[in-house]
């Protein structure tokens, strides 16, 4: 089992009567890649402490028998600081435990991991120690003689590479004998000065011998972590991050839009009855296929992060945002969960369970909706293709990639803002406590834990497009073709019933969606929003990606054989501003700042009640996140309007 973008945080219940093996170890260690390995489940890895925020569950099959297999939270000690370690705790600790324990252990950082490994030994439950990066450790010098290890241990010890997979069938072989796992006769001791005293005999005993520095690592930070140059080349990544999903996915896109519009045509052609063709041409073609096309984007979006975060960047960029954090009364533990939300801000929300203060994961679970997340990016690419040419340049850079990087870089500036304001009004004298970060090596990451990570996230899309998004579509269709008008009623209107184009302009414009947009027109018409942009904003509040399809489904109804050049020049139909064009700089500049700030994803409001416990916060969150959207979209049509004009 696998989460998802908006998948439940908790794992699937353990098969009844299968053997339960608990898998534990510190952050980063390689335990849900061992989790995988075992599984064949495709839970995300990264090359960052903080990946796993919940129970992972899975079922190894040997011959007749089973185990499931449980993948906790990773943690340094078993006395629990935050949420996701207290979850570890309550396994090991409660009624129900597990029926043996893996627990594996960085061979790197075996020194370390050796602390931990006795607070687990002591619990008193058969267990088995599975070595990771092994192979790092020959490279790098480092010695380790397992067979001593598991000698001094007193349990059996398995060398393993998770990712690559070796030794996982020995792993299996282990697995079916759990019952023969031994617990050590003397449990190894409690008290920190003791502790250190075994783990010093342990490795003396092992023959272990450190791996040297990792020059690569050592070098590189030098740069990357510095105050001014590890900045400048984080402003310069994200840069060059979103030039590249614009540049590279551009003739994807263009190829996904030639199929839609292929598709749209074969539907005109062949299916006769005028509903049906209406309903798998706009609703489905028009909206769903609206949306579809930005996956180019999404899957490369979800691709760059993955290989951020397997190459071991993101500890880096936490480590630097930790001064930004700090500003806002927050830790950089802070930012890998806003980091997560830039997928969705559902495993944002989730990812603050690291957070071992109250107060820091409530300031930062208000904060996460603000991280631009991949729901976001097709209302985004739309519109910035409606306000730039593709042509246009800032220097040596795509305009359309610059406002991207500016619409991300809003977003994460406000969520820090909002941090600060609710920790100000919170407790903000507190003082911040002490962030520690493992900067792991870089490591080339594995091209199957890439793949898993790109896919898990770009399938929640697809997901969604498949059950929200054709949902809202199809009652959208309905919405903007009802009432039905007879012939005589559209001669009466001055319109020729053989005049296809004329007739579904006149039913959309004399529409129920027509009046639900016009309905709520006075609140939106100081931002320059039309009715058909109002029921956008409307229908976006269950998925914001719905935006887009309405506005793909209001544009083919308009002009089925052009929707493209129709939502271009789509015009005020009444009003002051009748016969002026819809998307002006200004309208376009109001709307992508809406989405900017508008919680528009009623997932988000569902998470945020489950993890604070109470519905006043998500209540709290759609209210301030709205009235911001207005404010500030009204003034990003101001500015610009003074600008252009």
Known sequence: MTTGCHDSAAAAAPESGAARIALVGAPNSGKTSVFNALTGLSAKTGNYPGVTVSRFVGTVHRGPHRY????????????PVSPDEQITVDVLDGADRPDALLNTADATTLRRSLGFVAQVLARGLPACVVITFADELARRQGRLDTAALARALGVPVVPVVGHRGHGIADLRERLADWRSWPVPAVPPPTGPDERDAWVRSVLDFAGYRPPT???????????????LWGTAVFIAVMVLFFQTVFTLAAPLQG???ELFARLSGLVDAHVGNRW?????????????????????QIVLLFLLLALLEGVGYMARAAFLMDRVMARAGLE????????SAFACAVPGIMATRTLPSARDRLATMMAAPLMTCSARLPVYVLLIGLLVDPDDRVGPFGAQGMIMFGLYLLGAVSAMVAAWAFKKFGDRHRPAMPFFMEMPPYRLPAPRAVLVAMWSSARAFLRKCSTVIVATSVVLWMLLNLPLHTDGDL???GVAPTDSVAVS???????????????????????GFDWRVNVGVLSAQGARETFVATLGQVASAEDPEQPARALREMTHSDGPRAGEPVFTPPTVAALLVYFVYALQCMATVAVLRRETGTWRWPAIALAYLTALAWLMAYLARTVTAVLSG
């Open 505 to 527: 302009a006149y039913t959309v414009d004399h529409s129920y969606a027509a009046g639900l947009g016009r309905l709520v027109a006075p609140v939106f018409d100081p931002l």
């Open 276 to 296: 049906l063709s209406g309903l798998l041409g706009d609703a489905l073609i028009g909206g769903v296929g609206g949306v579809l096309v930005f996956v180019p």
């Open 332 to 339: 950089g533990r802070a930012f890998v969960a806003l980091l």
């Open 255 to 257: 190829a996904v839009e």
């Open 213 to 227: 520095r990792h020059e690569v690592t050592r070098r590189v930070d030098a740069v990357l972590l510095h105050p």
């Open 491 to 493: 001669r009466a209107a």
């Open 68 to 79: 499931t297999v449980e993948d906790l939270p990773g943690t340094y000690g078993l006395d």
